[in-house]
T-cell receptor
Framework: GALVYQYPRRTICKSGTSMRMECQAV??????VAWYRQSPQKTFELIAL?????????EQNFTQEKFPISHPNLSFSSMTVLNAYLEDRGLYLC???????????FGSGTRLLVI | GEQVEQLPSILRVQEGSSASINCSYE??????FPWYKQEPGENPKLIID?????ERKQIQELIVLLDKKAKRFSLHITDTQPGDSAMYFC????????????FGAGTRLAVCP
């Protein structure tokens, strides 16, 4: 079956530092990868959509300068949170899908705590 | 862009009764509506979905209804069990090569024994 491994599961970083999270798709080709953030007590906000061999599309309020994303092949994607501050804490999810299928397979999430 | 409203935010039911969660969307072009269940500390998992060519879909105790004219869809859990207690999120998207999921705010379901 389709699986997405996301790591690390949890991370703590000091305010102003950066952290990187990675997603690995297994059993399918991750043509598109979506990165979401779930802030405390909130729903999932889309940060950006990445399609292999296409430009990465960021949503309003999220920028490449703050959340650079790499999607170099059909099985891997990474995102970095640069200069993390308190408002960046939350659960970051990557979701990957293959081709024109509509359903995403989500990773286990990276929970970011900023101190 | 698409907006999805989800109600109620908190739902408490007795074990064995039914639970209903309602969502509405704005973009009439949306044609895919998944539902996710999120256990504490875990990632959301797809439990059931419905596409715009259907009005009703059932998987065991889960029933989803879609009213395209009213732009509403709903999840009904029949014969709820304590294991159904979790956060539930509805979402809407437009099929395509670059679609995205827009999530509702979530419903915290508590099934009381």
């Amino acid at each position: 079956g389709a699986l997405v491994y996301q790591y690390p599961r949890r991370t703590i970083c000091k305010s102003g530092t950066s952290m990187r999270m990675e997603c690995q798709a297994v059993g399918f080709q991750a043509t598109s990868v979506a990165w979401y953030r779930q802030s405390p007590q909130k729903t999932f906000e889309l940060i950006a959509l990445s399609t292999v061999n296409s430009a990465i599309k960021y949503e309003q309020n999220f920028t490449q300068e703050k959340f650079p994303i790499s999607h170099p092949n059909l099985s891997f994607s990474s995102m970095t949170v640069l200069n993390a501050y308190l408002e960046d804490r939350g659960l970051y999810l990557c979701g990957a899908r293959e081709g024109a299928r509509s359903d995403y397979t989500f990773g286990s999430g990276t929970r970011l705590l900023v101190i | 862009g698409e907006q999805v409203e989800q109600l109620p935010s908190i739902l408490r039911v007795q074990e064995g009764s039914s639970a209903s969660i309602n969502c509405s969307y704005e973009d009439s072009a949306s044609n895919y509506f998944p539902w996710y269940k999120q256990e504490p500390g875990e990632n959301p998992k797809l439990i059931i979905d419905i596409r715009s060519n259907m009005e009703r879909k059932q998987i065991q105790e889960l029933i989803v209804l879609l009213d395209k004219k009213a732009k509403r869809f709903s999840l009904h859990i029949t014969d709820t069990q304590p294991g159904d207690s979790a956060m539930y999120f509805c979402a809407a998207s437009l099929s395509g090569s670059f679609n995205k999921l827009t999530f509702g705010a979530g419903t915290r379901l508590a099934v009381c024994p």
